[in-house]
Structures are given as C-alpha cells and as structure tokens.
C-alpha cells in the first residue's frame, strides 16, 4: 500500500516526527515500510545513492526535493500564440515576484491560445532557471536542469511543470493546473510536498489498508491524539429507504449491505489535490464520482461501488428498485467494467437487481450500470463479503483489485456503513450532489467482538515485561480497545474494526501482540527464559533421514528440493498412475497434483541441469498415493498415503576435465552401485545383495538390479530406459538411477559388529576361478565366504577377464583372500583352506581354477 504522507497529516500531529522516523516506527510494530518516495520533501542527505541506512533499519528511498527558491506556486495570466511555432504557445505568467514569459507546449491549455487576458487566472507549478527537475520526455526518470537556450527563436529558461518533471507520477501529456487556493508565489514544497510510504500489509494487518488504520497504529506508538473525520452532510428530498430495498439470500457470505442515494450531481474532475493523493496512492483518477469511492476506500478502509440509479430505476420498469445479493448460476454470464464477458460458476457472489446480475460481489462491477459522463444520479454501496469467497473469485476470473485486495482478507461488517457516509459527503462536496435522507442497511449477520481477559501476570510471563493493569489499559485503549478492570487484571474487548483478535489462548495471545506492538518491540529488554525447559525428545526418523543425507553428500551428492505438486502429463513420462491426490484450487494447471513419483522430481532436475558436465543429486521426501474413503464411515475424503523416498541421479562425466585430465568416461552402472553399496555400508547394514531385476519399467533391462537387505527388498538402480530417457532434453551420456523406499529400508536392523584388532599376521593369496558367464559374482563370493568359515576375514573380487584364453560363454573372477586366525598360520594350512574353496566351486557351480 502507498501512503502519502500528507494524507497522514489529516489525522495525526506529525510535527518533530521525519518521514524516517514514521516509517521506523509502523516497521517495528508491523507494517514494514518497503521503500519511501519523496515527491518535494527534502531528502536525507545521505539518500543520494538511494539507499537509507539508519540505526537499526535501512529504508530503500527515491524520488526527488523542490528548491523552495526555485520551484513555486505561480499563475498564468494569459496564454499567447508562439511567432514561429503552431503547437507551442507563450505563457503570460506571474511567479509572485515577477511577471515571466514561458514556452510551453503543453496540450491542456492549448484551447485558450489567443482568447486575451483569462478571466480567473490559472494556478500551476512553476520552474525556475537552474531549477534541477525530471525530463518529461526521457525514457524513465532522468534528471535535468533547467538552462536558457532559445527554441523556435524564443528564449526558454523555466518552465511549468507536469506531474512527471516533478515525480508526482508518469503523467506528462500536460502540466499541473493546481486548485484555485493555492497562494501564488508559495515554495511548492510548502503547498504540496510529498513523501510516500510503501507498506507491506501482511494478511493480519489487512485492517491498516487504508490511511486512518496507520493514523491509528502512529497514534498509538506516539501517544498522540487521533483526529477522526467529522462526516457530516446535509441531506434533502425523498429517503432512499422508499425508494430501495435490500435481499440478502445468504447472510455467511454476505453479512451486511448498506446502500445511499445522492442526486443531481456534476461529472467532472477532482480537485487536484485528490488527484494527486490517489495517484501518489497508485489510483489512476477517472472523475469526481469514481474518485470518491475511491478515495473514501483507501481513507476508511471499506471498498466502496457506484451504480447508476436511473438505469436500476430504468431496468425496474421505473418502480423501486430491489437490490439482491445472492449466488451465482452455473454458466451465468456479466460483462464487466473491463468489457469482458464472464462466465460465471455457482461458488461467484453477485450483486443483482430483479432483472439480472449487476456486478461480481467485492471484485468488480458490471459495465451496463456504470456510472458514465451523463449520470446525474448515484446508488452508493458499502458492504461486507466472505472473505475466502472473494479471494477464490478474484483467483478464478483473474481480477486483482483494490477491493478485492481488501476483501480477500477481511473488512469489518461496521465499516460498510462508515464507508458509505464517507463517500456521499465527498461526492457532495465534489460534486454538488443532493444527498437523500437515510440509508438502506441490512445487516443479518453482526459478528461478536472478542472478549480476552488479560493480567499483568500474563504480560509478565509472555512478554518478560513489568506493567500495571493501568499500563495494560493504556497501551489497549490507544488502540481503541474496551478495557474494564477485573480481580484479576482486565477484561478485554476487540474494537468493532478488528477481525482479528480471538478468544480463548487465542485470544490473549492476540491481545498481548498488540500490548508488545504498542510498548515497542525495541523497548522490551532481553531476557532469559524463565518457564522450565520441555523434556528434550528426540525425532529418531528426522535423525536417520540426515544421516542418509550426510553420507551422500559426503559421496559426492548433491541434494535437491523439488516441488511435490506436479501434473499426470509431467509424471508419465517415467511411469503412468490411474489416480492422483488433486488439489481443489491449483495455482496453475502443471501444479494441480500431489507427485506419485520422486524420480519424475528428480528428472526433472537432472533436465533442468543437462548441460552441466556431470550432475550428481539425490532427494529425500514423500510421494502421495490417494486412499479411497469408506462412504459407510461417513469421515469424508481418506487422507493419503505418504511413504518416504530416497532418488539418486547421475550422468555426465566421471572425473571433471582439467588441465591434467583430458578425458574422462560417463558416469555407469558400476558407479551407482558403488555409491549404494558405501550408503548403505554406512548405515552398517552388512547382509547386502544384488539381484538382476527387468521388473522395473524406467530402468534398462540387463542393465538393472535390485537391492536386498537381509532378504527385503529395499530399493532398485540401473541405467535409465532409452525410451523413457528420449523424453527428456538431456545429454548423450547414460543416466543412472536409484530408488529406495525409506520405510522400508528404515526397519530393518543394522548390525555393529565389533572385532578385535588381531595380534597375529594375517595370510594373503590370490585366487581365479573359470566359470559360466551366466553365473552372478555375488553367488560366487557368497560360497567362498561360507567354505572358508571363520579363518576367511576378507574377500574382494579384483579383476574380471574375458577373452579367447578362457574360452566363449565363460569369465574370469579373481579374487584376493584374507587368511587370519587365532594364531599365526602356516601356508599348509592356508593352501588347505584354498583347496576346499576351489573344490566346493567346481562341485556346485562348474568352475575350474585358472592356471
């Protein structure tokens, strides 16, 4: 929200405050202040660099300071042909010193070349010789200086301004034709200089989008007296309550309407003070009627809309008109104020009359009741929406607006009324509108204010800070709280503005947020927690998971993060699933899934990164697999499934390339598997097995295995399937995978042997055995481990051959073997160890030791 300070001013003292103390203010109680923008005011002179660093806080700051010399108030007395130039004109104006000619070209004052000495003169902005302002027609905001030089043979020195040369706004297709009471020769930065404050209003401080809701948190931190608006109009004519009346159809999504007539008005522009706010606000100005909703919302804080009565009056058959509020029809169709055509779904609020739809309730109005140059009279509406209503509406048709933005997170029943009043006395005043007695207020569904009770005892042990209950009560009342004392302390109750504060735990929770806000979060002193400790527990799957990410990270890896919402388009290109968990309002059509698959996730990073020369990733989270609800049960949609999974990708190369290292082959099977066999050797898991596996539809048959851990199945790798690999925009190189299933693998138990360190020599030998090509290395280890029985320590498979000396169909495995026993052993005793290996290979499995 942008907030010119000037506008602050009509509701607080801001005297011996600078623009940077207020905005260090509101940021330590919670409306953090993004940027400030001057527009006039002087500023800081450590500003030029655009950044403002100040004690504790730093402010991004822009924008540009008038001379008060050299920039003033003046008036233009008559406006005369150019001598050698048809579209620029002499200007006959008077700075409050002097009489001056200037040369402009401005297009708004152009019709009153030639008509004499002007009846009223004109009141604008005028710049001086040496004046430093905007480039008005520079791409972007550039300064410059005003010099003397002559143009079409007219000497040119100053100049009256637009709102662009003096970074009020983008606007310099004219210059500024002030109001009539400003005082000529005035420094404009004393008549209209400016600061802006961009907030960031966080959703719980929705109730401060608007300026007497920041006039009120400054009050509060300032202790200074907040100046409400008097509105107070005079009514005539007919009352609007015989004229109009209200059904509301469903009061939860529409707890209150409120609706006021005025008559007789002008269209015409704003004042150009208003003007000025709203576009230093960041609202385009449209005219007098529009720009009081406009003006009357972001002053108050109720969206407000106008209708066109005689076209209600016109579309009732010229019998009162009837105003319903109720839900739309499937299919039902509006054209808004944008001239778009929308089709609408039965979860749409809309404002209506008998005849049909008028507007989309607190997002827009509709473009046939509009109020357009020829509107001569005004049905004003003010009410309160559902506030999830309205944000899913806005979301569905696309329309972020000032409403809605308000709406979507909540405006207070009571302001409706507030909102409405505000709004018919600036139209009046703008206009000359008649405004008709009374007003049309259905309000079926008053929320309660929240009722806390909160001692000092509460401030003390939440807070770490002494106060009295007389403290308490100050700091809640500044902020219009009702405080009433108790034996206990106070009982507290939330203002009729406040949506907010809760009951309960809640409830004084909430209201000990506001004592703190109000005493100063920088003013509560460090403390040490006084409440005792909670029993430390442990989270023993937490700790597992991190120490699986801490050995493959130390293997290499790098851990990914990637999104758990996904579309079925995404995922089928590694596997297809009948069934999703489907979100009910998708942010966007590739995000309207939960992810059945992690190695989909994790694809796709390996895509996003392809051409990096080698990657190597792994992730860790939950896949979501949908639980079909029992109807007998009656408890609704079954939440699903989230088993936990562990992905590893790699692909590219080995070894990075450098200047000693040329080449390097592509990451393959035996690399995944060797980092699956140190994970899960880290994790002491020791009765581990590889089994070829062509079950696994993304992984290349014969280029595959399984993975067992004590006889369960924990998890799959290979290479990626050629045709599931053709699907992604990535490299040559192979791609290998790994899955695991974290549940699993998580329970099965790991051993932690511990052996002495022996205290006699071991014996080394060296073994090749020849055998069938079709039989796996695992099978082979695993009898020489059981036939050398405890004097075996160590086996390693060293060297596999194939070749024409071992013959076709056949292999050869050579192993080194570790001899170690109680006592030091002799090489008989080695060699007979040996000669019951080989003897038990030929038996069982064919094999003949290679000579």
């Known amino acids: 929200m942008k907030l010119p300070i000037s506008w602050l001013k009509d509701y607080i003292d801001l005297d011996g405050l600078t623009v940077e103390d207020i905005a260090r203010k509101l940021t330590l109680?919670?409306?953090?202040?993004?940027?400030?923008?001057?527009?006039?005011?002087?500023?800081?002179?450590?500003?030029?660099?655009?950044?403002?660093?100040?004690?504790?806080?730093?402010?991004k700051t822009s924008g540009i300071s008038w001379d008060r010399d050299k920039i003033v108030v003046a008036e233009i007395r008559e406006v005369m042909p150019h001598p050698n130039a048809d579209r620029l004109t002499l200007l006959d104006l008077y700075d409050g010193q002097q009489n001056q000619v200037v040369l402009t070209g401005a297009p708004n004052i152009f019709h009153l070349k030639g008509t004499g000495k002007l009846a009223k003169p004109i009141k604008v902005a005028y710049a001086k010789e040496g004046s430093t302002i905007y480039d008005g027609h520079a791409e972007g905001l550039v300064l410059t200086t005003l010099k003397r030089a002559k143009i079409r043979g007219v000497e040119s020195y100053s100049m009256a301004c637009s709102e662009k040369e003096l970074g009020i706004s983008e606007e310099h297709e004219g210059i500024i034709i002030l109001d009539d009471d400003a005082p000529v020769g005035m420094p404009l930065v004393d008549y209209m200089g400016d600061a802006v404050l961009d907030i960031a209003?966080?959703?719980?401080?929705?109730?401060?989008?608007?300026?007497?809701?920041?006039?009120?948190?400054?009050?509060?931190?300032?202790?200074?007296?907040?100046?409400?608006?008097?509105?107070?109009?005079?009514?005539?004519?007919?009352?609007?309550?015989?004229l109009v009346s209200i059904e509301i159809t469903e009061p939860e999504l529409n707890p209150r309407f409120v609706i006021g007539l005025i008559r007789d008005v002008e269209i015409k522009p704003s004042p150009y003070k208003i003007q000025r706010r709203l576009r230093l606000a960041g609202i385009r100005p449209i005219n007098n009627v529009v720009d009081a909703t406009?003006?009357?919302?972001?002053?108050?804080?109720?969206?407000?809309?106008?209708?066109?009565?005689?076209?209600?009056?016109?579309?009732?058959?010229?019998?009162?008109?009837?105003?319903?509020?109720?839900?739309?029809?499937?299919?039902?169709?509006?054209?808004?104020?944008?001239?778009?055509?929308?089709?609408?779904?039965?979860?749409?609020?809309?404002?209506?009359?008998?005849?049909?739809?008028?507007?989309?309730?607190?997002?827009?109005?509709?473009?046939?009741?509009?109020?357009?140059?020829k509107t001569k009279n005004i049905l004003l509406e003010g009410a309160a929406w559902n506030f999830i209503n309205i944000r899913k509406t806005?979301?569905?048709?696309?329309?972020?607006?000032?409403?809605?933005?308000?709406?979507?997170?909540?405006?207070?029943?009571?302001?409706?009324?507030?909102?409405?009043?505000?709004?018919?006395?600036?139209?009046?005043?703008?206009?000359?509108?008649?405004?008709?007695?009374?007003?049309?207020?259905?309000?079926?569904?008053?929320?309660?204010?929240?009722?806390?009770?909160?001692?000092?005892?509460?401030?003390?042990?939440?807070?770490?800070?002494?106060?009295?209950?007389e403290q308490i009560a100050e700091l809640l009342t500044r902020l219009e709280f009702k405080c009433e004392p108790t034996a206990r302390g106070l009982r507290v109750t939330a203002p009729s503005h406040r949506l907010d504060i809760g009951e309960g735990v809640i409830g004084l929770a909430d209201v000990l947020e506001e004592?703190?806000?109000?005493?100063?979060?920088?003013?509560?002193?460090?403390?040490?927690?006084?409440?005792?400790?909670?029993?430390?527990i442990g989270n023993p799957i937490y700790e597992w998971e991190e120490r699986v990410r801490d050995l493959l990270v130390s293997l290499g890896l790098q851990e990914v993060v990637s999104y758990r919402l996904t579309s079925p388009e995404r995922e089928s290109r590694v596997v297809k699933y009948d069934e999703y968990v489907t979100l009910a309002n998708p942010i966007t059509p590739e995000r309207r899934v939960m992810r059945r698959s992690l190695?989909?996730?994790?694809?796709?990073?390996?895509?996003?990164?392809?051409?990096?020369?080698?990657?190597?990733?792994?992730?860790?989270?939950?896949?979501?697999?949908?639980?079909k609800s029992d109807p007998s049960t009656g408890s609704g949609q079954a939440l699903p499934n989230e088993p936990r999974k562990l992905v590893l990708a790699m692909t590219g190369l080995r070894d990075a390339l450098a200047w000693d290292v040329k080449e390097s082959p592509n990451f393959d099977f035996y690399d995944m598997k060797g980092r699956v066999e140190l994970l899960l050797s880290g994790l002491h898991f020791t009765d581990v097995s590889y089994i070829p596996t062509d079950s696994v539809p993304y992984l290349h048959p014969g280029k595959s295995a399984e993975v067992r851990v004590n006889e369960k199945v924990v998890g799959v790798f290979g290479e990626l399937h050629p045709l599931v690999k053709d699907k992604y925009e990535v490299e040559e190189a192979p791609i290998l995978v790994a899955e695991f299933d974290l549940d699993v693998l998580r329970t099965v138990s790991p051993s932690y042997e511990?052996?002495?360190?022996?205290?006699?020599?071991?014996?080394?030998?060296?073994?090749?055995?020849?055998?069938?090509?079709?039989?796996?290395?695992?099978?082979?280890?695993?009898?020489?481990?059981?036939?050398?029985?405890?004097?075996?320590?160590?086996?390693?498979?060293?060297?596999?051959?194939?070749?024409?000396?071992?013959?076709?169909?056949?292999?050869?495995?050579?192993?080194?073997?570790?001899?170690?026993?109680?006592?030091?052993?002799?090489?008989a005793e080695a060699a007979a160890i040996r000669r019951k290996i080989v003897r038990r290979l030929e038996h069982e499995l064919g094999a003949r030791l290679r000579s």
């Open 754 to 827: 511990i052996k002495p360190v022996p205290d006699v020599p071991p014996v080394f030998e060296d073994i090749a055995v020849v055998l069938d090509e079709s039989i796996p290395a695992s099978k082979v280890e695993a009898l020489i481990r059981q036939t050398g029985g405890r004097a075996l320590a160590n086996v390693k498979l060293f060297d596999v051959y194939r070749g024409e000396q071992v013959g076709a169909g056949k292999k050869s495995l050579a192993y080194s073997l570790t001899y170690q026993s109680d006592k030091t052993m002799t090489d």
């Open 394 to 469: 806005a979301k569905q048709h696309n329309l972020p607006s000032e409403a809605s933005f308000r709406f979507s997170r909540g405006v207070h029943p009571s302001l409706a009324e507030t909102g409405v009043k505000r709004g018919l006395q600036l139209m009046a005043e703008w206009s000359g509108g008649k405004i008709a007695p009374g007003l049309v207020d259905a309000y079926p569904l008053k929320p309660k204010d929240s009722v806390v009770d909160v001692s000092p005892r509460d401030v003390k042990r939440l807070l770490g800070i002494d106060l009295t209950v």
């Open 599 to 627: 190695v989909a996730s994790v694809l796709d990073a390996v895509e996003k990164n392809a051409r990096a020369e080698s990657i190597a990733m792994f992730e860790i989270g939950p896949v979501f697999e949908p639980v």
């Open 201 to 242: 209003v966080v959703p719980n401080m929705a109730r401060n989008a608007n300026v007497m809701g920041v006039a009120r948190e400054l009050a509060a931190l300032t202790g200074r007296e907040l100046k409400k608006p008097v509105i107070e109009y005079r009514t005539e004519g007919e009352s609007v309550e015989n």
């Open 294 to 373: 406009n003006y009357a919302m972001l002053d108050q804080g109720e969206p407000l809309h106008a209708f066109d009565y005689d076209v209600l009056k016109s579309r009732a058959g010229n019998k009162n008109v009837k105003i319903i509020t109720r839900s739309a029809k499937d299919g039902e169709k509006l054209t808004t104020l944008d001239d778009v055509e929308r089709t609408l779904s039965s979860t749409n609020v809309l404002v209506c009359d008998e005849k049909g739809p008028l507007s989309i309730a607190g997002v827009m109005g509709g473009a046939e009741s509009e109020v357009t140059d």
């Open 29 to 59: 109680a919670g409306l953090e202040v993004e940027e400030i923008k001057y527009a006039g005011l002087p500023m800081p002179d450590h500003a030029g660099s655009g950044m403002h660093s100040s004690g504790r806080h730093e402010f």
């Open 515 to 536: 004592v703190a806000r109000s005493y100063g979060y920088d003013n509560i002193p460090e403390t040490r927690m006084s409440d005792s400790l909670p029993p430390q």
